[in-house]
């Protein structure tokens, strides 16, 4: 009887799919400025393909302000920035000072990261992470740092990231990460520079898709197909601007009287001597095309209203128009010097709208879902890891139905 169930156990291993056995993992690519609507762009065919295996959302929207870092941090923490802390690309905090993404020293601190990203989340429950670049993977969160990461360099060609993914991804299923991050800045490179109708940007998509595709053919070539789940999303989108929807700060404040910690198109101002009121007069209400708030009564939409971080007064500009100062330049020379993408706007806009694409033996085929915000993401990636999530804003109920439902996925 005994050998007999050996024999059977054996004859079912061998039957099973190679990988099936395996605890499931996931790939997390982020694609900078990858708008939703890029992915009908002729260029963008293994995303397309992608997407017909698996799950494309009509849109994810970001959080506010639709930035880089703020964006990139709560897809991986699940938190909005009022909660995870990383309020814009460049803030200053009482303790710790400025932060800017250029500044190593400042990213490598753990201070500035709240919140517990899914790659903490894996470490701490055994499971290995690794990533190649993505904001905050870089410091010591809770004292903890992906098994393997790299500082970032832009200028590591985008074949080198590729390469060691692929490798992490070849080690013996013990000992390779569960949960790996990966970045291309690409398509917000071209966006900024061209605009987002540029031919450019479609070069741009063509790269990143390719990638996508040499990626998805290497998992199938190492028989993972049935073991790592893809995820390819964007931080935020991308609007065109140009002269002609240009507001000249300084036509309504004398800028030698705040600090603007980060200026376009979502403005951080603090008063130099804390007089906010008289900040409020000067620019509220003066430009048609310019929002304006105290820190507390930032439409709730924004959820960006509680972390002391976010400056005593927020400046919105509406889609496709940039905010500029002067500086040592002529008035005409700042508006002139305006042109190509930006993004940073209300998350709600059209133009800020986020890729999200998914496949992988966790996730559902052929489905299209309605728009959904990116603190999502956490849960449903720790649900396909099969971890258990730190409390965050996001809900898994929000994403269930990109997953497969039960019967469906691999045994
Ligand atoms: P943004 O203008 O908000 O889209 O910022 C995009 C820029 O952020 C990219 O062009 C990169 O130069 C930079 N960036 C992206 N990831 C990182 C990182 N992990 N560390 C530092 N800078 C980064
Ligand atoms: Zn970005
Ligand atoms: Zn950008």
Do not use: C
Not at 181 to 187: E, P
Not at 380 to 392: D, I, S, W
């Amino acid at each position: 009887m005994r050998s007999l169930l050996v024999l059977l156990w054996a004859v079912l291993l061998l039957a099973a799919p190679i990988g099936a056995q395996q605890a499931p993992r996931v790939l997390l690519i982020g694609l900078d400025g990858f708008r939703a609507d890029y992915l009908e762009r002729p260029a963008a065919l293994h995303l397309r393909a992608l997407a017909a295996r698996g799950v494309r959302a009509d849109r994810m929207i970001p959080a506010f302000p639709s930035k880089t870092f703020p964006n990139h941090y709560s897809i991986v923490t699940g938190l909005a920035p009022e909660h995870h802390g990383i309020v814009a690309n460049a803030m200053r905090d009482p303790a710790l000072g400025l932060f800017r993404l250029s500044d190593r020293t400042a990213v490598q601190t753990s201070g500035w990261w709240g919140g517990e990203p899914i790659w903490v989340t894996a470490e701490r429950q055994g499971r290995r992470a690794a990533t190649y670049f993505w904001p905050g993977s870089e410091a010591a969160i809770g004292g903890v740092r992906p098994s393997w990461w790299y500082p970032y360099d832009g200028t590591r060609p985008n074949a080198d990231r590729e390469r060691q993914v692929l490798e992490w991804l070849a080690l013996p299923p013990d000992s390779a990460p569960a949960f790996i991050a990966l970045y291309f800045s690409d398509t917000d490179d071209a966006g900024h520079r061209y605009g987002p109708d540029a031919p450019q940007v479609d070069s741009a998509i063509a790269r990143v898709d390719a990638a996508v595709g040499r990626l998805v053919a290497g998992i199938a070539r190492l028989g993972l197909t049935d073991v790592v789940n893809v995820i390819v999303v964007a931080d935020h989108g991308m609007a065109a601007v140009a002269p002609e929807r240009t507001i000249v700060l300084d036509d309504y404040l004398d800028l030698t009287t705040v600090e603007i910690i980060d200026l376009n198109p979502v403005a951080m101002i603090t008063p130099v001597d804390g007089d906010v009121d008289r900040v409020m007069r000067a620019l509220h209400g003066r430009h048609p095309a310019l929002s304006v708030y105290r820190r507390g009564e930032t439409p709730s939409a924004f959820r960006f209203r509680t972390h002391p971080r976010i400056t005593p007064i927020v400046a919105v500009a509406d889609d496709r128009w940039s905010l500029v100062t002067r500086g040592p330049r002529t008035r005409e020379a700042a508006v002139q010097a305006v042109g190509g993408g930006a993004h940073g706007y209300d998350p709600r806009l059209p133009s800020m709208a986020a890729l999200f694409v998914a496949a992988g033996p966790g996730i559902a085929v052929g489905r299209t879902v309605p728009a959904f915000q990116n603190i999502h993401v956490y849960p449903l990636m720790a649900e396909l890891l099969r971890l258990r999530p730190a409390p965050t804003d996001g809900a898994l109920d929000s994403v269930r139905t990109i997953l497969r439902t039960r019967g469906a996925s691999s045994p």
